[in-house]
């Protein structure tokens, strides 16, 4: 059973920085997709980055590319999300999502996931 823990959120004004983080376990090495999604209160949750675990290739949603930068440290089994330029329309629950098969086109596809973290809220101030 995978485990996925969410830190790093908080609140911070238009045009600065957080850095989210994923620590997972409970999974072995192998072609896996992790992704953070986001939603804000009204709306559909929404894909916002995913790292290809075994390849290392980056996906992104155009409204952040350019200013989100996802990453990981393999040795600590934990993916970051770096957001940089935070607008107030970044403002969300943040999700970390989780899943056996490799990042693909659809990495942004809500219900490709299996596992999901309690989600970290972050709230950009104008």
């Known amino acids: 059973q995978v485990q996925l823990v969410e830190s790093g959120g908080g609140s911070v004004q238009a045009g600065g920085s957080l850095r989210l983080s994923c620590a997972a376990s409970g999974y072995t090495y192998s072609s896996n997709c992790m992704a953070w999604f986001r939603q804000a209160p009204g709306k559909e949750r929404e894909g916002v980055a995913a790292f290809y675990i075994g390849e290392g290739s980056t996906y992104y949603a155009d409204s952040v590319k350019g200013r989100f930068t996802i990453s990981q440290d393999n040795a600590k089994n934990t993916v970051y999300l770096q957001m940089n330029s935070l607008k107030p329309e970044d403002t969300a629950m943040y999700f970390c999502?989780?899943?056996?098969?490799?990042?693909?086109?659809?990495?942004?596809?809500?219900?490709?996931?299996?596992?999901w973290g309690q989600g970290t809220q972050v709230a950009v101030s104008s």
């Open positions: 999502a989780f899943r056996h098969v490799a990042c693909t086109l659809v990495w942004s596809v809500r219900h490709e996931y299996n596992y």
